[in-house]
């Protein structure tokens, strides 16, 4: 059982920068794929980045590509997202996600979920 808790949101102007965490119980975090979705009000949730086990190369949504970096420390039990560059299209509620293994990008592999951290960007 993973439990997982972001930190980190707020409500920022477009061009601006935030950092994301989400820190993670259980002895056994170097064993999971990290994810970050995100959903906007009336949408689908939808994937911007995910990490390896190791860390290391990270898969990212075309969207955000260039301007999130995802990161983790297996030691503190906590993975990042940097977001840089934000835009109004940024907005949302931003979630981490945990799995086993292999890397995916799809929700539904993920099998343990944070209760979301909001992100709001000003025009």
């Known amino acids: 059982q993973v439990q997982l808790v972001e930190s980190g949101g707020g409500l920022v102007q477009a061009g601006g920068s935030l950092r994301l965490s989400c820190a993670a119980s259980?002895?056994?975090?170097?064993?999971?794929?990290m994810g970050w979705f995100r959903q906007a009000p009336g949408t689908e949730r939808e994937f911007v980045a995910a990490i390896r086990r190791s860390g290391g190369r990270a898969d990212y949504a075309d969207s955000v590509k260039g301007r999130f970096t995802s990161s983790r420390d297996n030691a503190k039990n906590t993975v990042y997202l940097q977001m840089n560059s934000l835009k109004p299209e940024d907005t949302g509620v931003y979630y981490c996600?945990?799995?086993?293994?292999?890397?995916?990008?799809?929700?539904?592999?993920?099998?343990?979920w944070g209760q979301g951290t909001q992100v709001t960007v000003s025009s």
């Open positions: 259980g002895r056994t975090f170097s064993s999971y794929t």
């Open positions: 996600a945990a799995k086993r293994v292999v890397l995916t990008i799809r929700g539904n592999d993920y099998n343990y």
